[in-house]
C-alpha cells in the first residue's frame, strides 16, 4: 500500500480547501474491532474489473474473520449521525453473524472517525485502505466521497457511501456505489411536488453552495425548467448562521413554495428564521430535516406542514421498514433515522456481494456488487444500476409536531 503515499499527500493539500458537507481525523492508535466496541459500552475513471480478474478468486482471510472498514463522524459538526451509522453497521453485523456469518466467517469491521471533514476523511481512508479489508463503507456526505474515491480506486476496493450528490455517479468511479437516493432523483421528484402537487406559481430554490447543495439545485431547476415553471435560486454557505437577507429577497419576490437542499445545520437556521421573518410559504427540502436529531433543535411551529423528499422515515407501514425500527428500538432504546437505515443497508448489501462473489477478494466483491438486485433494506430494495447506484426509489413525507409522515413513495425505473 506504499504507492498510496504519493496521492495521499497530492489529495491532502488539495482536499484542504474543500469545506465540509453536513448532510448528504481518526488518531493514530487503530480503533477497536467492533466485538470490543460493544462489550465496552480511483481514480474517477477507474474502469470496472474484467471478469476474467476476478473470476476463481479464493477467500485472502486466513483467519476466522472477514473484516470491512468503516469511515464516520463521530465528532465534528453533527457527531450524532455519525454515532446514528455507527449503531446501524453494529446491528447489521450483529444480525448476519447470528445467522452464521459470511463465507462460513464471521463478519466484523475497523472503524475511524473522520470528523466530516474531508481532509481528515483522507487520512482515515488512507489508514483504512493500508489494513486488510475487503471493502468500505463511509465516508458520509459529498464532499469526503469525492475527497476520497481516487483513494479507493486506485486501491481497487469497493466503497460505498451515503452521499447522495450527483457528482458522486458523474465521476464514474467503478468502485463507488451510493446506498441513497441520488439527488438526481431526489430533485425531481421535489420539483415535480412542487408543481403537480402544491400548485407552485412561483418557487425560491434555496441551496447549500457545496457539492450536495448545488447537486440538488442543478437536478431541482432542470425539472422546473421543464415544467416552465418561474422560480429564482439562491445561495448560501455551510456554516452560515444568518439567511435573513435571502428569506427576505424570497419574500420580496413574492414566491409561494421554497425549495431548500442544505445540509442538517443549515435546516435549522433556516427554519428558525423563516418563522421568525412570517414567510408563510409550502416548503419542500431534502432529506436531513425529517432526522428526530434535527427535529429535535426546533419548535413544531417552525416546520408544521413541510415536505421532505427522503429516503427513510420511521413512520412508514413497509413491513421491512416496521421491522427494521422495531430492532432498532430494541436495541437502542430509540427509533432510527435515515443514517442508520442507510448504513445498515450497505453493509446487508456488502456481505451479499461476499456470499455472491465466494471471496473476500475486493475485486471479486466489487463485481458482485455491480450484480446484485432485489437486497431488501430499510430505504428500498437495493439493486445496482449502470452508475452504481443503489436505491431507486424516495418517499415524500409531511412533518407535523415534529414527526414526518409517508405523503407519496416515488419509485424509478433502473438499468
Same mark, same amino acid.
Given at each position: 500500500?506504499?504507492?498510496?503515499?504519493?496521492?495521499?499527500?497530492?489529495?491532502?493539500?488539495?482536499?484542504?480547501?474543500?469545506?465540509?458537507?453536513?448532510?448528504?481525523?481518526?488518531?493514530?492508535?487503530?480503533?477497536?474491532?467492533?466485538? @470490543?466496541?460493544?462489550?465496552?459500552?480511483?481514480?474517477? /475513471?477507474?474502469?470496472?474489473?474484467?471478469?476474467?480478474?476476478?473470476?476463481?478468486?479464493?477467500?485472502?482471510?486466513?483467519?476466522?474473520?472477514?473484516?470491512?472498514?468503516?469511515?464516520?463522524?463521530?465528532?465534528?459538526?453533527?457527531?450524532?449521525?455519525?454515532?446514528?451509522?455507527?449503531?446501524?453497521?453494529?446491528?447489521? +453485523?450483529?444480525?448476519?453473524?447470528?445467522?452464521?456469518?459470511?463465507?462460513?466467517?464471521?463478519? /466484523?469491521?475497523?472503524?475511524?472517525?473522520?470528523?466530516?471533514?474531508?481532509?481528515?476523511?483522507?487520512?482515515?481512508?488512507?489508514?483504512?485502505?493500508?489494513?486488510?479489508?475487503?471493502? $468500505?463503507?463511509?465516508?458520509?456526505?459529498?464532499?469526503?466521497?469525492?475527497?476520497?474515491?481516487? $483513494?479507493?480506486?486506485? =486501491?481497487?476496493?469497493?466503497?460505498?457511501?451515503?452521499?447522495?450528490?450527483?457528482?458522486? @455517479?458523474?465521476?464514474?468511479?467503478?468502485? +463507488?456505489?451510493?446506498?441513497?437516493?441520488?439527488?438526481?432523483?431526489?430533485?425531481?421528484? *421535489?420539483?415535480?411536488?412542487?408543481?403537480?402537487?402544491?400548485?407552485?406559481?412561483?418557487?425560491?430554490?434555496?441551496?447549500?453552495?457545496?457539492?450536495?447543495?448545488?447537486?440538488?439545485?442543478?437536478?431541482?431547476?432542470?425539472?422546473?425548467?421543464?415544467? !416552465?415553471?418561474?422560480?429564482?435560486?439562491?445561495?448560501?454557505?455551510?456554516?452560515?448562521?444568518?439567511?435573513?437577507?435571502?428569506?427576505?429577497?424570497?419574500?420580496?419576490?413574492?414566491?409561494?413554495?421554497?425549495?431548500?437542499?442544505?445540509? /442538517? =445545520?443549515?435546516? +435549522?437556521?433556516?427554519?428558525?428564521?423563516?418563522?421568525?421573518?412570517?414567510?408563510?410559504?409550502? +416548503?419542500?427540502?431534502? =432529506?436531513?430535516? &425529517?432526522?428526530?436529531?434535527?427535529?429535535?433543535?426546533?419548535? #413544531?411551529?417552525?416546520?408544521?406542514?413541510?415536505?421532505?423528499?427522503?429516503?427513510?422515515?420511521?413512520?412508514?407501514?413497509? #413491513? &421491512?421498514?416496521?421491522?427494521?425500527?422495531?430492532?432498532?428500538?430494541?436495541?437502542?432504546?430509540?427509533?432510527?433515522?435515515?443514517? @442508520?437505515?442507510?448504513?445498515?443497508? @450497505?453493509?446487508?448489501?456488502?456481505?451479499?456481494?461476499?456470499?455472491?462473489?465466494?471471496?473476500?477478494?475486493?475485486?471479486?466483491?466489487?463485481?458482485?456488487?455491480?450484480?446484485?438486485?432485489?437486497?431488501?433494506?430499510?430505504?428500498?430494495?437495493?439493486?445496482?444500476?449502470?452508475? !452504481?447506484?443503489?436505491?431507486?426509489?424516495?418517499?415524500?413525507?409531511?412533518?407535523?409536531?415534529?414527526?414526518?409522515?409517508?405523503?407519496?413513495? &416515488?419509485? *424509478?425505473?433502473?438499468?
Amino acid at each position: 500500500m506504499k504507492r498510496f503515499a504519493g496521492l495521499f499527500l497530492v489529495l491532502v493539500m488539495a482536499v484542504s480547501m474543500l469545506a465540509g458537507c453536513g448532510s448528504d481525523g481518526g488518531s493514530d492508535e487503530k480503533k477497536e474491532t467492533t466485538a @470490543a466496541k460493544a462489550d465496552k459500552d480511483v481514480e474517477s /475513471d477507474t474502469e470496472a474489473p474484467k471478469e476474467s480478474e476476478s473470476a476463481g478468486q479464493t477467500p485472502v482471510s486466513d483467519g476466522d474473520t472477514i473484516t470491512f472498514g468503516l469511515s464516520c463522524a463521530i465528532t465534528g459538526n453533527f457527531p450524532l449521525a455519525g454515532e446514528r451509522t455507527l449503531q446501524g453497521v453494529q446491528m447489521a +453485523v450483529d444480525e448476519i453473524n447470528a445467522a452464521g456469518g459470511v463465507l462460513g466467517k464471521k463478519l /466484523d469491521f475497523i472503524y475511524e472517525d473522520d470528523g466530516n471533514d474531508p481532509t481528515q476523511a483522507v487520512t482515515v481512508v488512507t489508514k483504512l485502505l493500508n489494513e486488510d479489508i475487503c471493502g $468500505l463503507i463511509g465516508p458520509h456526505t459529498t464532499t469526503n466521497c469525492l475527497a476520497v474515491q481516487e $483513494l479507493v480506486g486506485e =486501491a481497487k476496493i469497493p466503497y460505498i457511501t451515503g452521499g447522495s450528490g450527483t457528482k458522486i @455517479a458523474a465521476a464514474n468511479n467503478q468502485y +463507488v456505489f451510493q446506498c441513497r437516493p441520488s439527488d438526481g432523483m431526489n430533485g425531481v421528484v *421535489a420539483a415535480d411536488f412542487a408543481v403537480k402537487e402544491l400548485g407552485a406559481k412561483k418557487i425560491g430554490v434555496f441551496f447549500n453552495n457545496n457539492d450536495f447543495g448545488v447537486g440538488g439545485r442543478d437536478a431541482v431547476t432542470a425539472e422546473l425548467d421543464k415544467l !416552465n415553471a418561474e422560480y429564482i435560486t439562491l445561495g448560501h454557505n455551510s456554516g452560515d448562521t444568518d439567511m435573513t437577507s435571502q428569506l427576505m429577497q424570497f419574500a420580496a419576490e413574492e414566491i409561494d413554495t421554497m425549495i431548500l437542499w442544505t445540509d /442538517d =445545520a443549515e435546516d +435549522v437556521v433556516v427554519a428558525r428564521q423563516a418563522y421568525e421573518l412570517g414567510l408563510e410559504v409550502n +416548503v419542500i427540502t431534502s =432529506a436531513g430535516v &425529517v432526522m428526530e436529531q434535527v427535529l429535535s433543535q426546533m419548535e #413544531p411551529e417552525y416546520v408544521e406542514g413541510w415536505y421532505s423528499v427522503t429516503d427513510f422515515v420511521p413512520a412508514n407501514d413497509d #413491513p &421491512v421498514v416496521s421491522k427494521f425500527v422495531e430492532s432498532f428500538k430494541t436495541e437502542y432504546g430509540m427509533e432510527p433515522e435515515l443514517y @442508520a437505515s442507510a448504513y445498515y443497508g @450497505a453493509v446487508k448489501y456488502l456481505a451479499a456481494a461476499i456470499e455472491k462473489a465466494g471471496s473476500d477478494d475486493p475485486t471479486a466483491i466489487r463485481d458482485a456488487m455491480a450484480e446484485l438486485s432485489d437486497i431488501e433494506a430499510p430505504t428500498g430494495v437495493l439493486g445496482c444500476a449502470s452508475d !452504481n447506484t443503489l436505491v431507486h426509489s424516495c418517499v415524500v413525507t409531511q412533518i407535523t409536531d415534529l414527526k414526518a409522515s409517508v405523503v407519496n413513495t &416515488v419509485s *424509478a425505473e433502473y438499468e
